[in-house]
Nanobody, 123 residues
Framework: QVQVKESGGGLVQAGGSLRLSCVAS????????MGWYRQAPGKQRELVAS???????NYADSVKGRFTISRENAKNTVYLQMNSLKPEDTAVYYC?????????????????WGQGTQVTVSS
């Protein structure tokens, strides 16, 4: 079994910072990409940032210059450093990992999601 688990959410005032962490564990063959998504009440889930195993990053326009995604491949861990937080960043943040699993005779790959962690930014 594979599990993806986030930590680090909480309540912070506008202008403050938070760091989210996400670790993937279990029978993992490889992880191609990891990323963070968020979903605010009444809105669709949206990509915040992603990073490949080679370190290529991608950010939503709304967080560029404020958020930084990083990854420790050896630990199957991804981080999201969030600075200059705004009330509109309030959402449940989900970790996503595209994971390959080796079974007898083949390798299969699919997305795995964490349960989410709440980030609330007060004005």
């Amino acid at each position: 079994q594979v599990q993806v688990k986030e930590s680090g959410g909480g309540l912070v005032q506008a202008g403050g910072s938070l760091r989210l962490s996400c670790v993937a564990s279990g029978s993992i063959f490889s992880i191609k990409a990891m990323g963070w998504y968020r979903q605010a009440p009444g809105k669709q889930r949206e990509l915040v940032a992603s990073i490949t195993s080679g370190g290529t990053t991608n950010y939503a326009d709304s967080v560029k210059g404020r958020f930084t995604i990083s990854r420790e491949n050896a630990k199957n861990t991804v981080y999201l450093q969030m600075n200059s937080l705004k009330p509109e960043d309030t959402a449940v943040y989900y970790c996503n990992a595209y994971i390959s699993i080796q079974t007898v005779g083949e390798v299969t790959s699919r997305d795995f999601w964490g349960q989410g962690t709440q980030v609330t930014v007060s004005s």
